[in-house]
């Protein structure tokens, strides 16, 4: 099981970027790293996934390095509405058991004006 | 985009009542998942199913059974509900086996027994 670390909590300001970083000493060859948002009284919905290097879409970044032994998640320029909290998780892309996946606390990131 | 609808959004029951709470998918995903979320201790996972009529414990199944008699629908029993199960319960639902598939999560139902 690759277990994870995150920052419990971050403050940023509106307009900066936040690098949001996780650790997975453990992580597995199989074994793809996923990041998940939650704001309050809602589900997880999913952000990014990546494998190795730098995934990019339009909400974040993902760079993972040659050891994928940590990731960071980068949210460009964010705002007070991307206040939530984000969930790194690492498992194995095509197969596994429910039980291996862990969400863990997760990070609370909160923008301030 | 896949939906997971959960019944309810709030509900107060009273220690001792039968609680139900419902899930349902609407895009053939084969794995569902109910997970309850407290405060600084992120989700767990209670119950998951594999395909109709097959269920798995999770971490923390004790208090709780599950029944998946359609595809589309997993539901979560609380046999006798106790004040320590006052919680948020998230519903998940996932295509396939691996993390490459991703959760789709409904947006939980906030329990209160009282």
């Known amino acids: 099981l690759a277990k994870t670390t995150q920052p419990i909590s971050m403050d940023s300001y509106e307009g900066q970027e936040v690098n949001i970083t996780c650790s997975h000493n453990?992580?597995?060859?199989?074994?793809?790293i996923t990041w998940y948002q939650q704001f309050p009284s809602q589900g997880p919905r999913f952000i990014i996934q990546g494998y190795k290097t730098k995934v990019t879409n339009e909400v974040a970044s993902l760079f993972i390095p040659a050891d994928r032994k940590s990731s960071t998640l980068s949210l460009p320029r964010v705002s007070l509405s991307d206040t939530a909290v984000y969930y790194c998780l690492v498992g194995d892309a095509l197969s596994g058991s429910a039980r291996q996946l862990t969400f863990g606390s997760g990070t609370q990131l909160t923008v301030l004006p | 985009d896949v939906k997971v609808t959960q019944s309810s959004r709030y509900l107060v029951k009273r220690t001792g009542e039968k609680v139900f709470l419902e899930c349902v998918q609407d895009m053939d995903h084969e794995n569902m998942f109910w997970y309850r979320q407290d405060p600084g201790l992120g989700l767990r996972l209670i119950y998951f199913s594999y395909d109709v009529k097959m269920k798995e414990k999770g971490d923390i199944p004790e208090g709780y059974s599950v029944s998946r008699e359609k595809k589309e629908r997993f539901s979560l029993i609380l046999e006798s509900a106790s004040t320590n199960q006052t919680s948020m319960y998230l519903c998940?639902?996932?295509?396939?086996?691996?993390?490459?598939?991703?959760?789709?999560f409904g947006s939980g139902t906030r329990l209160t027994v009282v």
């Open positions: 998940a639902s996932r295509i396939g086996g691996g993390l490459g598939y991703g959760y789709t």
């Open positions: 453990n992580i597995a060859t199989n074994d793809y």
